[in-house]
């Protein structure tokens, strides 16, 4: 293995994810040298070189959202945004649970440079190993004098607050966490203002994922140019992929942005299952819009070429599905799932996610009419860009996507009363 | 200011405006259904999207969205258009569209804009809801299959009632506006929330198939309960008041009312209104003629008039203008001062106690100091029982403005629960004492501002603090000296700090001296004469200020309420005139005033209904209520606020301002006072502060006044109750939902408080073994009445409280007008 790695850099044992064994792979040395050595501007600075983009699924600069913060506001704080709902996306579970100090360490980090007191991390409330092993991982840094009161004997004090969510996919929608943060049903919240300038309890706060912030630690060690040299132009770094559905060796592999598509999932995880075609891939996550087999033929995995293909690649997980699907009953399954989380505040994601899984619901029961389909776009067009969270955005784009690429099922399900293939969906 | 283009219009507004109020300012309607311009935005319903040319690619909720410089707003646009109606679509796909049964019918905003975008078909079907709806409480009908999620109810109750008593509850389709538990309302059913709903998912129930929103004539008016001055439109079909209308746009209070403003306007139409005259014959009232009713009391006066033994006593609910002509009946006609409103007490604090400390019987603030104050101090938590549109303000200070909030009560009440909001709980009826040691610790402690000496009696009075020292009096008052002196340091170094007194015939220790004592403390900390500073005295009923502007009290040698009584009793007087007050119930010692009426040769009462004290009476004479006449009421507030007649006279009944004049012109033999226009052009003339104005210049929006001050420190020593061994002190006060007697006739209020109760805290419940509903007697020297109880946490240990205004087991069997009761209580 040449390149190199953010993340899997070491075996996993029964003892990995221990204080001492993050040390003994060189942990928690970032966080020394930026404490003893660099000014929190340096450490801003190291991160806006590297190039690192948010891996939260927006894609947005790490270094740029630090630079809107108002660092000499009496308050500012950072949230860790670890309620990783989307389905297909289970990267950052890796990270707790196999290396949760590495996460802390890239909180710490980033606490440092945007004059954070106290941080938290909002963590998905179905998260329970990961839970355990980051509560363990904290306890231990407390002990160690790493987390709390002048951490490493030096002015610099932070504390982490870990939050579990109540088990709404919404909240991991950035402002929506912020709202549950503070003790409210967790409905997003109208921006402008942006987290930057009002976010928690009123303050500037900086919202993170979690790969994003355990990313900083080898970025301080190696440098931001180091960092900025892996991978693709506009989108450095390595990446955790989750590759899940139809593949023979489904599971994360991390690997520097601009790695062919097809690669990742006809070498690294061993093909279709059963030998089968590849009949069409969801790149980033199920609210990304699907593409087509033969669509993805030159995709490299960096924001720019997924882009080009029409679709986005969003946090990374990557949902393969093989010829012989019924997408129209694939598509159920994410409708239904985005019905059941839409919050409910504004009216087309309320309205409109509940109406679209109904519809095709109907369909899929056999009782599809026509102009269901066109109807089903009008909704779509409606809700997009016109909801107060991007969530009806996400609930959109499978539907629109699935109704554009595969029509003529969608026709012939309504048409017939059944499904174009027989048997059912293998995952 | 910033400068943006909305529709090709060049539009400047302030910062952080929104593109909504932005495009409002302009002239420009955007439609919508979660908005008031009272509540944060929230951004939910979507109707409000337009379109940015700076961020093209969305389409821009304009209520949420600040304006920046140089924006470009669209706010019609076909790809608008199309987004809007996809909204209605949407919203109308689960509403049962009822309208025809629906009372939002005609004022319903989704069915106005449903016409408007001419969604004349749904492309999209769905099952409706099945939502049960709530019947569960007699005020306030929640049919949440017509609810739109626009938040409204619940961003009211909670941003400005602070209630919160709903929420969204559930998720996505099924999500659904809930209640505790999703149990019934159990709130303070100020119908806030109904004012809000812009649909038919709340409605107001005594309203229930009363009239179609258009068929009735709205009347702008000004609400006749509490002194806060509120300002209504009443909704007025076929010579009955139906219902208030809520105009976000009307009153410093923007629409927002109470109980009382919103469910108790009943009393108008009540049955029980008095029709025609009733003389007293053979021991029994009968129904007479105007004639011979007026001939009547004209004799009677007549004769009185040459005895000199006649008084009146007149309720501060009347017009400025009737107020006035009665007091030239009084004055010009029957040659007599022996007049006065609510017992006397219940005014002494601005008829005594301002006019003394600042030469005015008036607050040295206004309602809208609330909001620009930095530290307000509220003597008594129960303002916002008193004035609960006053506790609005209050909250929206403390939540918006960050007003520091502290509260000096023998009880703790909701403003208890403000966020940040610290209560002192004194021992009840020391607030004088208390008061004093705050200005003392100022003293000691060099706090004093500059400015204090040079004004009149300083020296004297800062003399008159000596053994008022915290360390002194803290025992006394309940409190420790540390906190008394924090206090006490907090309020002199906040830049704006505030002083709130309510009055009224519940509180008869809010006495003369406890006002000058908080105008006193004002002085001594540089707290007079700015903005957000000074003494605000919340007068009790809606036109108690301005019956002390108009001196309707004894100012030369005339017989006080009290004196008047004991005249009655004494047999001095022999003929008594009360216009609108039941003292049977409301003034202290009942049994003392009964006697005292009981010995009255002639009573002559003038009232809406046939009251405890009218039934007392030799001649009653039928009045009108304030939706019957035309006049002003001036608030707590000093707003001087026009009435309009909504409807004609009930019955026979007469305006106060007609049979005050038919018996002025006739006993005096002076001309009458034309109309309440002439009336208010003499009073202008006579009340210095008032001058200037006419009933054109109020308008609609009225006139706050500002009387010219001059600052005097007055000796105000506090003395405490003396405790009597193993009782418990009452305090009276008054009810949320209740307003003098009065409210007692209106259905909202008693739906909810139909009978008067004594609070009891946990700890005494238990020790009296006591529960909520459970009957007991309470006894104090003066008798004994029988109340059910309420356990509640807000009383300290030792103290109840009960409400004043109940006609039945009256709680002023038991108080004889003392500032603490002492009573034992027993099953």
Not at chain 1, 36 to 44: F, G, K, S
Not at chain 1, 243 to 262: C, D
Not at chain 2, 604 to 629: G, H
Request: charged share 20%; net charge neutral.
């Amino acid at each position: 293995m040449t390149e190199p790695r953010v993340f899997f850099n070491f075996g996993i044992t029964d003892d990995s994810h221990t204080l001492s064994a993050y040390r003994g792979r060189g942990g928690y040395q970032a966080l020394e040298k930026a404490l003893r050595t660099m000014q929190p501007l340096d450490v801003e600075k190291e991160v806006t070189t590297s190039g690192l983009r948010g891996r939260g699924g927006a894609g947005f600069p790490t270094g740029s959202k630090w630079s809107f913060v108002d660092k000499k506001s009496p308050v500012v704080y950072l949230c860790c945004n670890a309620d990783e709902g989307e389905p297909g996306t289970f990267k950052d579970r890796w990270i707790f649970e196999h290396n949760s100090h590495q996460l802390v360490e890239g909180v710490l980090l980033a606490a440092y440079a945007l004059n954070v007191r106290h941080a938290f991390i909002y963590i998905r409330g179905e998260f329970d190993l990961s839970y355990r092993r980051l509560l363990l991982a904290l306890e231990e840094a407390r002990e160690a004098g790493l987390v709390g009161e002048r951490i490493l004997g030096t002015e610099f004090s932070c504390d982490i607050i870990v939050h579990q969510g109540g088990g709404a996919y919404v909240c991991g929608e950035e402002s929506s966490l912020l709202t549950s943060l503070e003790g409210f049903k967790g409905y997003p919240k109208n921006k402008p203002p942006f987290p930057a300038v009002k976010g928690l309890y009123q303050a500037p706060t900086v919202i993170n994922n979690v790969e994003t912030l355990a990313t900083i630690p080898w970025i301080i060690t190696h440098g931001g140019g180091a960092y900025a040299g892996i991978g693709a132009q506009n989108n450095t770094g390595t990446k955790l992929f989750g590759i899940s559905g139809h593949v023979n060796k489904p599971g994360i592999h991390e690997r520097p942005t601009g790695y062919p598509l097809k690669k990742i999932i006809f070498e690294d995880c061993g093909g279709i299952l059963g030998g089968k075609a590849l009949k069409a891939v969801i790149p980033g996550g199920s609210s990304t819009p699907v593409l087509k087999g033969f669509e993805i033929e030159n995709v490299t995995l960096d924001a720019e070429s997924v882009i080009k293909a029409g679709s986005m690649l969003g946090s990374g997980g990557i949902i393969v599905i093989a010829e012989g699907t019924c997408m129209v009953r694939l598509l159920q399954v994410l409708t239904r799932f985005y019905a059941h989380e839409s919050c409910g505040q504004c009216t087309p994601c309320r309205e409109g996610t509940a109406w679209m899984d109904k519809v095709i619901g109907r369909i899929v029961a056999g009782q599809g009419v026509k102009g269901d389909l066109e109807r089903l776009e009008a909704v779509t067009s409606g809700i997009m860009g016109n909801t107060v969270c991007a969530l009806g955005d996400a609930a959109s784009m499978p539907v629109a996507s699935f109704i554009k690429k595969f029509r003529d099922e969608f026709e012939y399900y309504i048409e017939h009363g059944r499904s174009m293939f027989d048997g059912r969906l293998e995952i | 200011m910033v400068n943006l283009t909305i529709d090709d219009k060049q539009v400047t507004v302030p910062k952080n405006t929104t593109i909504f109020d932005a495009a409002k300012a302009a002239g420009i309607r955007i439609p919508i259904l979660c908005h008031d311009k009272k509540l944060n935005p929230f951004g939910g319903c979507r109707m409000c999207l337009v379109e940015v040319e700076q961020m093209k690619g969305r389409q821009i909720p304009a209520c949420t969205t600040p304006v920046t410089e140089g924006m470009i707003v669209r706010t019609m646009t076909d790809e608008i258009a199309k987004a809007r109606k996809l909204v209605l679509e949407l919203l109308l796909l689960k509403h049962p569209v009822d309208c025809p049964v629906c009372d939002a019918a005609g004022d319903c905003d989704l069915q106005n804009l449903t016409y408007e975008y001419q969604v004349n078909s749904n492309r999209f079907t769905d099952e409706k809801f099945h939502h049960a709806i709530d019947y569960d409480n007699p005020l306030i009908e929640r049919d949440m299959n017509r609810c739109i999620h626009c938040g409204k109810c619940a961003r009211i109750c909670d941003e400005i009632v602070s209630f919160g008593a709903y929420t969204f509850i559930s998720r996505g389709i099924e999500a659904k506006m809930g209640t505790q538990f999703d149990g019934p309302l159990n709130c303070e059913f100020c119908g806030s929330c109904v004012s809000v709903c812009p649909v038919g998912a709340l409605l107001a129930r005594p309203f229930k198939f009363k009239a179609r929103w258009w068929a009735m004539d709205k009347v702008k008016s000004v609400c006749s309960y509490c002194g806060t001055g509120c300002q209504l439109t009443l909704g007025v079909k076929d010579n009955k008041v139906l219902t208030t209308i809520y105009d976000e746009n009307q009153g410093f209070h923007n629409g927002q009312l109470c109980t009382r403003g919103r469910f108790a306007y009943q009393f108008v139409n009540s049955d029980k209104r008095l029709t025609t005259p009733l003389m007293k014959k053979n021991g029994a009232l009968v129904e007479v003629t105007w004639d011979e009713a007026l001939n009547a009391v004209q004799q009677r006066l007549a004769s009185a008039k040459t005895a000199g033994d006649v008084a009146g006593l007149v309720t501060p609910r009347l017009t400025n203008e009737e107020l006035f002509v009665f007091k030239k009946l009084f004055k010009d006609g029957l040659g007599s001062e022996n007049y006065d409103h609510s017992a006397g007490y219940a005014h002494s604090a601005l008829s005594k106690g301002a006019v003394e400390s600042i030469g005015v019987a008036a607050s040295s603030a206004v309602i809208a100091d609330i909001q620009k104050t930095g530290l307000l101090l509220v003597v008594k938590s129960d303002a916002y029982e008193t004035h609960p549109v006053v506790g609005f303000e209050i909250n929206l200070g403390v939540k918006r403005k960050d007003v520091d909030l502290r509260i000096i009560s023998d009880k703790k009440g909701k403003l208890t629960k403000l966020p940040g909001a610290k209560t002192y709980l004194n021992i009840p009826g020391t607030e004088t004492l208390l008061v004093n040691a705050l200005a003392k610790t100022l003293v000691d402690e060099n706090l004093v501002d500059a400015a204090a000496a040079s004004i009149t009696g300083f020296e004297e009075w800062k003399k008159s603090l000596d053994g008022a020292a915290p360390e002194q009096v803290a025992g006394i008052c309940g409190l420790t000296a540390d906190e008394i002196k924090t206090l006490a340091r907090d309020y002199v170094k906040a830049e704006k700090a505030l002083l709130l007194l309510p009055l009224g015939l519940g509180y008869p220790g809010h006495t003369k001296e406890l006002a000058q004592a908080l105008f006193n403390l004002s002085f001594a900390a540089g707290k007079h004469g700015k903005e957000g500073c000074g003494v605000l005295l919340l007068a009790e009923k809606n036109n108690s200020q301005g019956a002390v502007d108009l001196g309707l009290y004894p100012v030369a040698g005339g017989k006080d309420a009290a004196a008047i009584i004991d005249g009655c009793a004494a047999g001095s007087i022999k003929t008594l005139y009360v216009a609108g007050e039941n003292l049977v119930v409301s003034y202290p010692n009942r049994k003392k005033v009964e006697a005292a009426l009981d010995k009255v040769d002639f009573l002559i009462v003038q009232d809406l209904f046939l009251s405890e004290t009218a039934a007392l009476a030799d001649v009653v004479l039928p009045a009108c209520s304030f939706a019957e006449k035309e006049g002003t009421f001036t608030s707590a507030g000093k707003a001087v606020q026009k009435v309009n007649r909504a409807i004609k006279p009930v019955g026979q009944a007469k305006s106060d301002f007609e049979i005050f004049n038919t018996l002025y012109v006739n006993l005096s033999g002076k001309p009458a006072v034309a109309d309440p226009k002439a009336a208010f052009a003499e009073i202008t003339a006579s009340v210095p502060a008032y001058a200037g104005l006419t009933y054109e210049t109020l308008g609609d929006a009225g006139v706050v006044v500002v009387p010219a001050m001059t600052p005097k420190f007055a000796v105000a020593p506090g003395a405490a109750p003396t405790a009597e061994v193993g009782k418990m002190a009452l305090v009276t006060g008054s009810a949320l939902y209740h307003c003098g007697t009065m409210s007692l006739y209106g259905e909202g209020p008693m739906h909810v408080c139909p009978a008067g109760y004594v609070e009891i805290g946990r700890e005494d419940a238990k020790r009296l073994t006591v529960q909520d509903d459970d009957l007991v007697t309470v006894t104090s020297a003066a008798g004994a009445v029988k109340l059910k109880v309420k356990v509640g946490s807000r009383m300290p240990e030792g103290v109840v409280f009960a409400p004043y205004h109940f006609a039945d087991q009256s709680v002023n069997s038991i108080a004889s007008g003392e500032s603490v009761t002492w009573v034992t209580i027993s099953k």
